[in-house]
């Protein structure tokens, strides 16, 4: 019955995931690899985790250059007032993009503590 | 001294801050705000956080998706099986790109948590 719903896309989808997709003949529940609707879905989210990293790395390139300048100039690792600041705007933008504001406050907190531990070895390294 | 190093484009920074800024009148910590070097690297923080904040957005929309379909095809909305292929294949680009593999695979468990709670609210709205 899935497999009624298989349109174009899916089926161009589904041709890549069978070069690649692993056999999970293993487990007890339902073979998804075959499954084309979801095979789309996958390819996109895998996109998109590709195109997070690197904008991932390439914050931490700039957070560890601010890391390292806040070590010499001796300002402290954490910034509480610019933490709020980031925290307003990024959930306004979370708002407009329709995603959770909650979650995007919670993301920003995730990527700041690790932010704040890379701050805090610069300045250790530098003392 | 720290402005002896503030050149042209943390002067374009610093006049955008200067939009923008809040006081810290408050703090005792030394006022960031004037810190042309940092408004700079504050400002690319800033134009990288949005793009984050907009592939978020649409991760979720599609596995919002993702749980609907799961819901409907009586799918289990967790994947070990796909989340550990995903692990590997985002520990490679981390590394690609000079991002700590170990964050790489943090972050998508943070995302991931937030996945399948997602699509487990999806299957008891739908049951």
Redesign the interface.
Known sequence: M?FTLALGKGAIAASFMSMTS?S?LH?E??S?DD?R??AG??L???N????????????????Q??GQ??AT?S??PA?P??EQ??IG??RK??EE????PE??EK??R?IID?VIRHHEQARDDAS
């Open positions: 899935r692993e999970s487990s529940q339902p998804e499954d609707i979801l879905y996958r996109s989210i895998d998109i985790d590709a195109a997070l990293i690197h904008m991932l790395a390439e914050r931490f390139r700039i957070t250059a601010v300048y806040k100039a300002l402290p910034d007032d610019r600041r980031q705007r990024l933008l979370a993009a329709h995603l959770d979650f995007s993301f920003l995730f690790e």
